[in-house]
């Protein structure tokens, strides 16, 4: 099955009603990336070949999203976390109906306008503890 990239969404916990989750409006395009660190125990005995310790590393998760600068309630609350140097109870939802949820610390916020475009946004997000998976039903 295909899933639809706008389905793709980007959500951020709502602190007044615990949760429950409120998409960042404006985004898009946003991504997500799994990351799991190798450790390398490759020594004189390897026979020249690399040896990666299994069941070991860091693992995190990176994201990042663009789009335009709003007034809706998710990108506000989101500008409020980085200025507060907060870190966000955060999820992405697929269409196919994966979650990926976790604390992240944003480590960029970028805004930007032209004369005669509308303001946009970017920004960049590195999970901060355990990121729950829940597979497609």
């Known amino acids: 099955m295909k899933a639809c990239g706008k389905a793709f969404l980007l959500q ?32 004189k005995g390897s026979a020249d070949n690399r040896e990666l310790l299994p ?11 663009n789009g335009f600068a709003n007034n809706g309630v998710g ?27 976790g604390t992240f610390k944003i480590t960029s916020l970028e805004r930007g ?5 509308a303001e946009t946004f970017s920004i960049s997000m590195e999970s901060s503890g355990a990121i729950t998976y829940t597979p497609m039903p």
């Open 12 to 43: 951020i916990e709502d602190p007044d009603s615990s949760g429950t989750f409120i998409d960042v409006s404006g985004v898009q395009a946003n991504s997500l990336t799994l990351n799991d660190e190798a450790v390398d125990v490759t020594d």
């Open 55 to 65: 069941g070991c590393g860091l693992r995190s998760m990176s994201m990042s999203a």
């Open 75 to 101: 990108f506000k609350k989101l500008h409020a976390k980085f200025i507060a140097r907060q870190h966000p109870l955060m999820r992405v939802v697929s269409e196919l109906g994966d979650i990926y949820r």
């Open 113 to 117: 306008g032209e004369t005669g475009n």
